[in-house]
């Protein structure tokens, strides 16, 4: 970033060994934020410890996540004509609004599991070369095979020195839904198999009715189930998830 003429303030970046991503980086953000506001930065970088992600604040200490970045890109690629297939990948987690924003830019959303590895799957498969995740795992298939927080960064940097805007106008790209995820932990069994829980989940979507979505899903590493829902009405919402989680609590 200095070398392409940024003047830059490092957080961050004194490792003893134990102390990766602790209170510092993509997963909390407190930092960065605070300190582009003090230093009247015009952007914040906030990448993980391995630098496969990447979430951004504007001039405000306002949170940019991965979403909005990805509506950013696909929009100014598009515009150039260099969005490949018209398309973003993103997985089921990528807020509603994404979705919509996009379709309202003429650019298909493609969804798969969750997972950077599936992101690039379908991206290889189907030749798109921009995809993502919520949390800032981004890849830019012109350029990486991988997800790569630098190469998130200066894309995201070449918008905001071409419009001359600020970060809080460039990268401002929708309202997001919205979106309420909680966990139920369980021991054993198939609690999502039971008619109560079916019973609760079809009800939630009915409540929806199309203006939001159910999403439930086992854990790949916990043995927990993840009940998210999103819609434009945040208590219909939140009454959707508790009414969920509740089903499957009493079924474990």
Not at 49 to 63: F, H, K, P
């Amino acid at each position: 970033m200095w070398e392409l003429g940024a003047e830059i303030v490092p957080i961050g970046v004194s490792p003893d060994g134990k102390n990766i991503n602790k209170d510092c980086g993509s997963t909390s953000l407190d930092t960065v934020c605070e300190t582009t506001v003090v230093a009247g930065a015009h952007i914040g970088l906030a990448l993980d410890g391995d630098a496969d992600r990447l979430i951004v604040c504007d001039e405000n200490g306002q949170v940019i996540d991965g979403d909005q970045i990805m509506a950013l890109i696909a929009s100014d690629w598009h515009g150039a004509g260099k969005l490949a297939g018209g398309s973003v990948v993103a997985t089921v987690m990528s807020n509603l609004g994404l979705e919509r924003f996009l379709k309202d830019q003429g650019v298909d959303l493609v969804r798969t599991a969750v997972g950077d590895r599936y992101v690039v799957e379908s991206m290889r498969a189907n030749k798109f070369n921009l995809g993502g995740e919520q949390s800032g795992h981004l890849v830019f298939r012109d350029y990486a095979t991988t997800g790569d927080g630098l190469i998130a960064a200066l894309q995201v940097l070449a918008v905001l020195v071409r419009t001359k805007d600020p970060a809080s106008v460039v990268c401002d790209m929708f309202k997001p839904l919205p979106q309420l995820l909680k966990n139920v932990r369980y021991a054993t069994g198939t609690p999502l198999e039971a008619t109560s829980v079916k019973s609760a989940i079809t009800s939630g979507e009915q409540r929806l009715n199309g203006t939001g979505r159910v999403l439930i899903r086992k854990s790949g590493t916990e043995p927990l189930i993840r009940v998210m829902a999103e819609g434009e009405d945040l208590g219909l919402v939140t009454q959707v998830v508790d009414d969920i989680c509740d089903a499957i609590s009493a079924e474990v």
